[in-house]
């Protein structure tokens, strides 16, 4: 079945640095990539997706790429606040299911 | 703007009870969807609903049934709780009539097993 990888599981980085997050996954019929950020005890919430016809798609200070052919998407978050600290959730999920399938999380710190 | 609404928000129940979640999805939206996240793990999906019938199915064991109603709001019942079924309960709702699978999730019922 769909399988999705993400890295690192922990990254801590000074505020107004970069921080990027990635995950590979291994359905190829995988057509939809969100993006959630989850702090503790509270609600996934969707912060930005991509579709496989797209490369990349930008938000503000968030960014995501998609590689098909490597089956590879990232997440980019520019100038980082210490409010972007948080457990960040990759996921996919194709045509024919309704299922998301999550990575295993990137908790991200950013220290002031 | 409206969100998922769950109720209730915290349950605590015995080992062999029953528990019933709520869930009211984003009006007009016609897809909800349960996940089950442990401590520190990702959210695993159990079941989903289109339209009042049964869409999709995970890894919902045999014990839990889910069913969504006319008015689209949808009830999780768990049986024969275990210590094991301890988790954050997530239903999230979309509109799927309208070409979008963007899942926007609900605030959670903490459930815990004693």
């Known amino acids: 079945g769909e399988n999705v990888e993400q890295h690192p599981s922990t990254l801590s980085v000074q505020e107004g640095d970069s921080a990027v997050i990635k995950c590979t996954y291994s359905d190829s019929a995988s057509n939809y990539f969100p993006w959630y950020k989850q702090e503790l005890g509270k609600r996934p919430q969707l912060i930005i997706d991509?579709?496989?016809?797209?490369g990349e798609k930008k938000d503000q200070r968030i960014a995501v790429t998609l590689n098909k052919t490597a089956k590879h998407f990232s997440l980019h978050i520019t100038e980082t606040q210490p409010e972007d600290s948080a457990v960040y959730f990759c996921a996919a999920t194709s045509y024919n299911t309704d299922k998301l399938i999550f990575g295993t999380g990137t908790r991200l710190q950013v220290f002031p | 703007a409206a969100g998922v609404i769950q109720s209730p928000r915290h349950l605590i129940k015995e080992k062999r009870e029953t528990a019933t979640l709520k869930c009211y999805p984003i009006p007009r939206h016609d897809t909800v969807y349960w996940y089950q996240q442990g401590p520190g793990q990702d959210p695993q999906f159990l079941i989903s609903f289109y339209e009042k019938m049964q869409s999709d199915k995970g890894s919902i064991p045999d014990r839990f049934s889910a069913q969504q109603f006319s008015d689209y709001h949808s009830e999780l019942n768990m049986s024969s709780l275990e210590l094991g079924d301890s988790a954050l309960y997530f239903c999230?709702?979309?509109?799927?009539?309208?070409?979008?699978?963007?899942?926007?999730f609900g605030p959670g019922t903490r459930l815990t097993v004693l």
């Open positions: 991509i579709r496989s016809n797209v």
């Open positions: 999230a709702s979309s509109l799927r009539t309208g070409g979008s699978d963007t899942q926007y």
